[in-house]
């Protein structure tokens, strides 16, 4: 009766499977609202108006996503990658997808454990983790994914390009700029 429930728990949370056509869109939609909270957060005159709309849909988002990750976990045996209880649970907790929604909610845990308000505030921005979520739900994402994997020493290569264009650029306009704007141009980094 067990492994009926958990497998089909594990066809409502695979993406793609027929168990799951209503669970996919739902979460997509979660994510991508809270992507918008996230930014929307920081435009001080909306957040002041409704911080606490904020805080309940943070609430709502959390449980759903705390759930959605400890059911995955209970359910990833029915893959027979990790079909073993114990230790096919701890590597599909050590996957990147699997580390991807542990992010995405620990932002909400860890005040219950470190004191620290300046840590605090830079945790909230790893709130932004729930969009990497989106990969999982979308063939072109882990297309894409597939394409970085593939092309890395090129797109390393091209970053390297970048980085010196970008210091030889700012060290032009630093020399054009910086006398006539000294607070504008006040270093090669500004």
């Known amino acids: 009766m067990i ?10 949370l695979e993406p793609g499977d027929e168990d799951s056509k209503y669970f996919d869109p739902f979460i997509m939609g979660l994510i991508v609202l809270n992507v918008a909270a996230v930014v929307l957060e920081t435009v001080q005159s909306i957040y002041s108006v409704y911080a606490s709309v904020f805080y309940a ?10 759930i959605e990750y400890l059911l995955r976990v ?5 893959d027979s990658r990790y079909e073993n209880p114990v230790w096919g649970r701890l590597r599909f907790m050590a996957t990147p997808m699997a580390i991807v929604d542990l992010m995405a909610v620990l932002p909400f845990y860890l005040p219950f454990v470190v004191a620290d308000l300046r840590f605090m505030r830079a945790m909230r921005l790893f709130r932004l983790f729930r969009v ?23 797109l390393l290569l091209m970053f390297f390009a970048i980085i010196i264009l970008l210091v030889i650029s700012s060290s032009l306009v630093y ?3 910086h006398e ?10 500004a």
């Open 74 to 78: 209970w359910s990833c045996v029915e």
């Open 132 to 154: 990497l979520k989106l990969a999982r739900y979308s063939e072109s994402l882990q297309t894409f994914i597939d394409v970085l994997r593939l092309k890395k020493e090129e």
């Open 175 to 177: 020399d054009a700029e």
């Open 180 to 189: 006539a704007q000294p607070e504008a141009f006040s270093s090669i980094p």
């Open 57 to 66: 849909f943070d609430l709502f988002s959390v449980a759903v996503f705390s």
């Open 3 to 12: 492994q009926s429930i958990r497998a089909h728990v594990f066809g409502i």
